[in-house]
């Protein structure tokens, strides 16, 4: 792999980490959220577009290098084959017909649990409003109605913080920008938080001011309750919570270069991160017909008592 011949280069801003993609040739970046001035202070993580006869991809070694090879991104992923290859910390290599499906579905997911553990901090999937100077989580299985929450919400005076990656320290969130998947015609749509329609944005920390586990319901009745801590560690734990949710558990373990105490280092320091999280936190059960005005009341209620407390 020869760096200089490279010739186009865009950057993605993962909050705690830059990605730096290169590539021969252009790409369609529509699953990428792409920044135009990126802060350099951050730490950078080089993202090589290769050909796939590139020798860089011979002798596969970790996990995700073989199992690519099979056409199997991560977890439920699965495409045309491609190729990976995991040099060192600072620098991915991959080649596929659509770059952009390998840096969405893998490369952002891997790096950002990687440098979120550096910086002791949690990753989670969720989704996350900016509500009068707090940050309001919403979390849930997929297809829970998470998206469906935060869009009216945002409709209603609330800020998009994140759609699917938020980054958790002590009693403070941030959500990482990403393009929003949505159904159009039956097809699958990207659009970048700026084109969202009715969505104003949202950058930076916020202390957290409530956190909802979603499941979604349309039959009119409302139900909004504090679930056990221990409850909502076992949701989280399977359904949020980086590791496990997006299925990399393989992907720390290289790594950890198969180092079974260093591996179980990092994993308990997560949960333990995970636990306190759920206990310094009123986990609401939010299940409720968002579109119902009885439903959003009753949202809308438990977020005003949460701003006051």
Same mark, same amino acid.
């Given at each position: 792999?020869?760096?200089?011949?490279?010739?186009?280069?865009?950057?993605?801003?993962?909050?705690?980490?830059?990605?730096?993609?290169?590539?021969?040739?252009?790409?369609?970046?529509?699953?990428?959220?792409?920044?135009?001035?990126?802060?350099?202070?951050?730490?950078?993580? *080089?993202? @090589?577009?290769?050909?796939?006869?590139?020798?860089?991809?011979?002798?596969?070694?970790?996990?995700?290098? *073989?199992?690519?090879?099979?056409?199997?991104?991560?977890?439920?992923?699965?495409?045309?084959?491609?190729?990976? %290859?995991?040099?060192?910390?600072?620098?991915?290599?991959?080649?596929?017909?659509?770059?952009?499906?390998?840096?969405?579905?893998?490369?952002? %997911? $891997?790096?950002?649990?990687?440098?979120?553990?550096?910086?002791?901090?949690?990753?989670?999937?969720?989704?996350?409003?900016?509500? %009068?100077?707090?940050?309001?989580?919403?979390?849930?299985?997929?297809?829970?109605?998470?998206?469906?929450?935060?869009?009216?919400?945002?409709?209603?005076?609330?800020?998009?913080?994140?759609?699917?990656?938020?980054?958790?320290?002590?009693?403070?969130?941030?959500?990482?920008?990403? *393009?929003?998947?949505?159904?159009?015609?039956?097809?699958?749509? $990207?659009?970048?938080?700026?084109?969202?329609?009715?969505?104003?944005?949202?950058?930076?920390?916020?202390?957290?001011?409530?956190?909802?586990?979603?499941?979604?319901?349309?039959?009119?009745?409302?139900?909004?309750?504090?679930?056990?801590?221990?409850?909502?560690?076992?949701?989280?734990?399977?359904?949020?919570?980086?590791?496990?949710?997006?299925?990399? %558990?393989?992907?720390?373990?290289? @790594?950890?270069?198969?180092?079974?105490?260093?591996?179980?280092?990092?994993?308990?320091?997560?949960?333990?991160?995970?636990?306190?999280?759920?206990?310094?936190?009123?986990?609401? $059960?939010?299940?409720?017909?968002?579109?119902?005005?009885?439903?959003?009341?009753?949202?809308?209620?438990?977020?005003?008592?949460?701003?006051?407390?």
């Amino acid at each position: 792999m020869e760096t200089g011949e490279f010739d186009h280069i865009v950057w993605c801003d993962l909050e705690i980490v830059l990605l730096k993609i290169h590539s021969v040739s252009p790409w369609d970046k529509k699953m990428v959220s792409i920044c135009e001035a990126p802060d350099l202070s951050k730490p950078t993580v *080089n993202i @090589y577009i290769c050909h796939e006869s590139d020798a860089i991809f011979d002798n596969p070694r970790t996990y995700r290098e *073989n199992v690519m090879r099979q056409g199997s991104y991560r977890g439920h992923n699965f495409g045309s084959p491609a190729r990976l %290859k995991c040099i060192d910390d600072r620098n991915i290599a991959l080649s596929h017909p659509d770059p952009g499906k390998i840096i969405w579905s893998y490369v952002v %997911k $891997y790096v950002l649990t990687v440098f979120a553990i550096q910086a002791n901090m949690l990753h989670v999937k969720g989704a996350a409003v900016a509500y %009068k100077g707090k940050a309001f989580l919403f979390l849930g299985r997929g297809g829970s109605g998470k998206t469906e929450v935060v869009r009216v919400l945002c409709k209603s005076g609330a800020e998009l913080m994140a759609n699917t990656h938020l980054l958790i320290d002590g009693g403070s969130v941030c959500g990482i920008k990403s *393009n929003m998947r949505v159904r159009e015609g039956g097809n699958d749509v $990207y659009v970048p938080v700026q084109q969202q329609q009715n969505f104003n944005a949202h950058d930076g920390w916020l202390p957290i001011g409530g956190v909802f586990w979603v499941n979604y319901r349309t039959d009119g009745r409302a139900v909004v309750e504090i679930m056990p801590s221990s409850h909502a560690k076992a949701n989280l734990q399977y359904f949020s919570e980086a590791i496990k949710n997006w299925e990399i %558990k393989e992907d720390i373990a290289d @790594y950890s270069h198969a180092d079974p105490f260093v591996f179980a280092e990092l994993v308990n320091q997560v949960d333990k991160m995970l636990k306190d999280f759920c206990e310094s936190n009123d986990v609401y $059960y939010l299940n409720v017909d968002i579109f119902s005005d009885d439903g959003m009341e009753e949202l809308m209620s438990v977020m005003e008592v949460s701003l006051e407390c």
